[in-house]
Nanobody
């Protein structure tokens, strides 16, 4: 059974940093592209960042470029999202997902339950 579990969310002041982690089990981690998505209250889910199975390719939403960094440790079956210079508009539930390739939520097969990130102004 595949399990995807996010951690690292919390309450941070604007300008601060957080690092999200995501562990995946029940699958061959390095066979999958991994992505971070978020959904703010009253808004649709959006893609934040994605990384290829090897880590050789990364993608970012324009709203987070230069502030967020995605990475993975295939030996630990773990995905990370380093978030710096956080803004109140980054407040959302953040979801980790595993899929065949980086091409939006439609390409993701397995999802975690999310970790809440709240940025105070």
């Amino acid at each position: 059974q595949v399990q995807v579990v996010e951690s690292g969310g919390g309450l941070v002041q604007a300008g601060g940093s957080l690092r999200l982690s995501c562990t995946a089990s029940g699958l061959t981690f390095d066979d999958y592209a991994m992505g971070w998505f978020r959904q703010a209250p009253g808004k649709e889910r959006e893609g934040v960042s994605c990384i290829s199975w090897s880590g050789g390719s990364t993608y970012y939403a324009d709203s987070v470029k230069g502030r967020f960094t995605i990475s993975r440790d295939n030996a630990k079956n773990t995905l990370y999202l380093q978030m710096n210079s956080l803004k109140p508009e980054d407040t959302a539930m953040y979801y980790c997902a595993a899929g065949s390739y980086c091409s939006g939520s439609e390409s993701m097969d397995y999802w975690g339950k999310g970790t809440l990130v709240t940025i105070s102004s």
